[in-house]
Nanobody, 121 residues
Framework: QVQLMESGGGKVQAGGSLRLSCAASGSISSIVAMGWYRQAPGKQRELVATITGGERTNYADSALGRFTISRDGAKNTVSLQMNSLKPEDTAVYYC???????????????WGQGTQVTVSS
């Protein structure tokens, strides 16, 4: 069984910073990619940033220049450093990982439970 555990959400004023972290644990053979998504009230879940095992990154336009995603392959963790936060960044942030479990040769998507980020103006 694979689990993702997020931490680091909270409340911050506009212009502030937060760092989100996510750790994957359980019966993991390999991790193809990890990333962060967010869902604001009344909106669909959207991509924020992803990073592959080869350290290739992809950012949403809204995150470019403000957010930085990084991962530690040895610890199966991914982090999202968020700077210059805006009220429109308020959302529940979800960690997602594309993982090959030891029980299977096929990768599958796993999601964390989500962590709230609230940015006040």
């Amino acid at each position: 069984q694979v689990q993702l555990m997020e931490s680091g959400g909270g409340k911050v004023q506009a212009g502030g910073s937060l760092r989100l972290s996510c750790a994957a644990s359980g019966s993991i053979s390999s991790i193809v990619a990890m990333g962060w998504y967010r869902q604001a009230p009344g909106k669909q879940r959207e991509l924020v940033a992803t990073i592959t095992g080869g350290e290739r990154t992809n950012y949403a336009d809204s995150a470019l220049g403000r957010f930085t995603i990084s991962r530690d392959g040895a610890k199966n963790t991914v982090s999202l450093q968020m700077n210059s936060l805006k009220p429109e960044d308020t959302a529940v942030y979800y960690c997602k990982a594309d993982i090959v479990p030891r029980s299977s040769w096929h990768p599958a998507d796993y999601w964390g439970q989500g962590t709230q980020v609230t940015v006040s103006s």
